[in-house]
């Protein structure tokens, strides 16, 4: 196997790892609330009044969280910094790639209080909704569910484009960094399928 070959089997497996990783994460918590929400609705019969309020958010909450959150912001930023890390590797920065992708770390100033502000509102979400009764609880449940599915599926998407050569066109919100996500990420994707990526047909 030739340097060059290696490199770009190298770098396709950091982003694999970082955006596999965060999927992962998705998929672990979209579980969790769909057996939670469909264990409840099964055992509790909603009213129409509640069936009325399950479509409405569920409609609400993929417009704001899995369009706009994930598919517009969050998604393509993930794919932006797994590029980026494939590209300026550090250790640390790989063995955390999941984490660097959803730039808990090494990212702008603004962009890290966004994400921790966000993760605490997430938390606080949580605890408030095992407070609801049950139809309410399986309610916001089923659509945050769908929502996380959602914005799962377009990650995979934003993947399957860079590793086509197409990367998102966000910048990858690292410290000191002027260059606009994607920079290089033609190099990455053409080898990594001309080496046998996921993209090969």
Same mark, same amino acid.
């Given at each position: 196997?030739?340097?060059s070959?290696r490199?770009?089997?190298?770098r396709?497996?950091?982003?694999?790892?970082g955006?596999?990783g965060?999927v992962a994460?998705?998929?672990e918590?979209i579980?969790r609330?769909?057996?939670?929400?469909? &264990?409840?609705?099964?055992?509790?019969?909603?009213t129409?009044?509640?069936?009325?309020l399950?479509?409405?958010?569920t409609v609400?909450?993929?417009y704001?969280?899995?369009?706009r959150g994930?598919?517009r912001r969050?998604?393509? &930023?993930?794919i932006?910094r797994a590029?980026?890390l494939a590209?300026h590797?550090r250790p640390?920065?790989v063995?955390l790639?999941?984490?660097?992708?959803m730039?808990?770390?090494?990212?702008?100033r603004?962009?890290?209080?966004?994400t921790?502000v966000l993760?605490?509102?997430?938390?606080?979400?949580?605890?408030?909704?095992r407070?609801?009764?049950?139809p309410?609880?399986?309610i916001?449940?089923?659509?945050?569910?769908f929502a996380?599915?959602?914005?799962t599926?377009?990650i995979?998407?934003y993947l399957?484009r860079g590793?086509a050569?197409?990367?998102?066109g966000i910048?990858?919100?690292?410290p000191?960094?002027v260059?606009?996500?994607g920079?290089?990420?033609?190099?990455l994707?053409r080898?990594?399928?001309?080496?046998g990526?996921?993209?090969?047909?």
């Amino acid at each position: 196997m030739s340097p060059s070959v290696r490199e770009q089997r190298l770098r396709l497996a950091v982003v694999l790892w970082g955006v596999l990783g965060v999927v992962a994460v998705l998929v672990e918590a979209i579980y969790r609330l769909a057996a939670t929400a469909v &264990r409840i609705l099964t055992t509790h019969d909603l009213t129409t009044a509640q069936l009325i309020l399950l479509a409405a958010w569920t409609v609400v909450i993929a417009y704001f969280e899995g369009y706009r959150g994930f598919q517009r912001r969050f998604s393509p &930023r993930v794919i932006a910094r797994a590029l980026h890390l494939a590209e300026h590797r550090r250790p640390l920065h790989v063995a955390l790639a999941p984490l660097y992708c959803m730039a808990l770390f090494h990212t702008t100033r603004r962009r890290l209080i966004a994400t921790w502000v966000l993760i605490a509102g997430i938390v606080a979400l949580i605890l408030l909704v095992r407070q609801m009764s049950p139809p309410y609880r399986a309610i916001v449940d089923a659509g945050v569910a769908f929502a996380l599915a959602w914005g799962t599926v377009s990650i995979l998407v934003y993947l399957a484009r860079g590793l086509a050569g197409r990367p998102p066109g966000i910048p990858a919100d690292v410290p000191q960094d002027v260059l606009r996500a994607g920079s290089g990420a033609e190099q990455l994707a053409r080898p990594a399928v001309q080496a046998g990526g996921p993209c090969d047909p």
